[in-house]
């Protein structure tokens, strides 16, 4: 049991980073409120004692020890109360912004290993109950020194009853701390089915529109109610061990209560104590038992805020497979010309690219097309940086992508995605992640058009849109999402599948945009509409990882059979044939 918590510990401490002098703080003054309350028991008896004997001063001084005692108690639990709350805000501001410097980190083989479900529940219930763990650490140990401080104060009045304290502890503490380790188990499986209902509730407020139209809800309802029922099997187990504990542990403590009044009155009757020692065996006898509540809650939280813990280090261990590091080149006077020298990439033993030679100038339009699986949404990956080739280079004038400094490249290669995220703020301040400058953003707005339509709003930039910003079009999500990329000053723009769901007055406007854009900027589009791929400088077509592809619109449609198939489909964009990979 001592080796297990010390392990609960040690695993917190080293996760929560929590400043020592916080804890030795937490620590000293729940020994010092703690100990004064221990006392007051004693300062009590000799009330008792010296007012039974009739000595009036004595009493007096014992009434007037009692009464600093007391304020001291206040003291230290006022001091005591103040350090857990500073304790509990650093702890989980410094979980917080280590869980979400994690997050940005991460590759798309994450949601293999920690669900959205269990990573949302970590971020929030789990944080918030590492934060409190430092408390409970301090009460487990200050606890624990009360119960050997009163033991040692019984046996100095009576040698047999301080050992019937001591087995009534240790048997009181085994059955409570087996109860709790089993327990532990089903909460365990508790959280898991949580998390599984989190993340499947989410995707459901994700696929409304789906749902509805494929009528799903009846087996969506069947999968939310087998995952309800894991969760109700685990609970009652759970209760089971809950009631070993809290309740049926009662009947042992009132046999030992039974039995120490016997005890005491015989030892009484036989002239061995007095009332004040058999008034002060009874505070302590029922002071014990406190103490050990106490010292078992303690202990109770601090096996469940492990499984917290252990969740908690399932996030922030996760090893990405492709290392990504960043170089010390910080020359920020980019053209934009992109080079693919002889790239290759896979995971998971299966080879996407196949040995890519590309060369993308500046100022362009290049598309890249090919059926799903084909490696198009691999090579905006790389671009952006979130996987290594196996083997060859990506270059970016000239320079290899890998060796310019993290801000440097995140300012100049930006993408756009079909469905761009739009927090739920004012359109002035979605814009401001990027820059907070008014008139940057003025100026974006009108080159992608959408300024007009934003100031003819009743709060204008100052609109706040609702989650997902449903309360605009899909097309004018999509321009203030352009607006918001145009500020980084990129020179390199990824457009991936930005027109699939537009309708074709927006589409066609996007089109006049991309090509105003690209007097400035080197563009590469992912699309399966051929209205872009006829506006495109170049077009790269895909085939099982390979170029076997390389020209304009005109030229492929008479030369390349892939290219012919592709646009030959009908309704390629409901049969998925230029979805993304």
């Known amino acids: 049991m001592i080796k297990e918590y010390y392990k609960f510990v040690k695993d917190y401490l080293k996760l929560s980073q929590t400043k020592i002098s916080y804890f030795l703080g937490m620590v000293i003054t729940a020994l010092g409120y703690k100990g004064f309350l221990l006392l007051n028991t004693l300062f009590a008896s000799w009330i008792i004692k010296y007012a039974t004997a009739n000595d009036l001063k004595m009493t007096y001084i014992s009434l007037g020890i009692l009464v600093i005692s007391y304020s001291l108690y206040k003291l230290f639990y006022y001091i005591n109360i103040k350090l857990y709350g500073k304790n509990m805000n650093y702890c989980y501001g410094s979980l917080q912004t280590r869980l979400l410097n994690k997050l940005v980190t991460i590759d798309d083989r994450f949601t293999n290993h920690i669900s959205k479900g269990k990573l949302i529940n970590s971020i929030n219930s789990d944080v918030i109950d590492i934060g409190d763990m430092c408390d409970q650490i301090s009460e487990l140990l200050t606890t624990i020194i009360q119960v050997i401080v009163v033991c040692v104060i019984v046996a100095l009045y009576n040698v047999y009853v301080a050992l019937i304290f001591l087995v009534f502890a240790l048997l009181y503490i085994g059955i409570r701390n087996y109860a709790d380790r089993k327990s532990s188990i089903y909460l365990k499986k508790q959280k898991h089915q949580v998390d599984r209902y989190s993340s499947l509730f989410s995707q459901i407020l994700s696929g409304l529109q789906e749902i509805k139209t494929f009528d799903m809800l009846p087996k969506l309802k069947s999968k939310l109610n087998e995952i309800k029922n894991k969760y109700a099997k685990a609970y009652i187990e759970k209760r089971k061990y ?35 020692v058999l008034v002060l065996v009874i505070g302590y006898f029922e002071t014990t038992i406190t103490y050990l509540d106490r010292l078992i809650d303690a202990t109770t939280s601090i096996r469940e805020v492990n499984v917290s813990v252990e969740r908690v280090n399932s996030i922030l261990n996760y090893k990405v497979n492709n290392d990504i590091t960043y170089g010390n080149i910080y020359n920020d006077n980019i053209n934009g010309i992109i080079e693919f020298d002889n790239v290759r990439f896979g995971y998971n033993s299966k080879e996407i690219i196949k040995g890519i030679n590309l060369k993308i100038e500046s100022n362009s339009i290049t598309t890249i097309v090919g059926q799903s699986g084909t490696g198009k949404t691999s090579i905006f990956n790389m671009l952006l940086r979130l996987y290594k080739p196996s083997e060859g280079k990506i270059l970016i004038d000239g320079v290899d992508i890998f060796e310019y400094s993290k801000d440097i490249y995140k300012s100049n290669v930006s993408v756009v995605n079909q469905k761009p995220f739009i927090f739920n703020m004012s359109i002035r301040k979605n814009l401001d992640f990027v820059d907070p400058n008014i008139e940057h953003q003025i100026e974006a707005c009108k080159r992608v058009g959408i300024h007009d339509f934003i100031v003819s709003l009743p709060q204008g930039y100052n609109t706040i849109l609702r989650e997902n910003a449903n309360n605009i079009s899909g097309g004018q999500k999509q321009l203030i999402s352009l607006a918001r990329t145009l500020l980084s000053k990129s020179e390199i723009l990824l457009f991936d599948e930005i027109t699939s769901s ?3 007055d927006t589409a066609s406007h996007i089109n006049s945009v991309l090509k105003d854009l690209k007097k400035d900027h080197t563009i590469l589009m992912i699309t399966h509409k051929p209205e872009l791929m006829k506006k495109s400088d170049r077009i790269i077509v895909l085939h099982e990882g390979k170029i076997v592809g390389d020209g304009k619109h005109k030229e492929l449609l008479e030369t390349n059979e892939h290219y012919r198939w592709l646009q030959a489909r009908k309704s390629a964009s409901k049969l998925g044939v230029f979805n993304n990979d």
């Not at 309740?247 to 015989?266: E, K, P, Q, S």
């Open 242 to 276: 809950l009631t070993l504990r809290d309740n049926d542990i009662r009947f042992m403590t009132h046999g030992f209560n039974i039995a120490l009044y016997v005890i005491l009155l015989l030892l009484m009757m036989n002239g061995k104590i007095t009332i004040d």
């Open 502 to 504: 537009l309708d074709p």
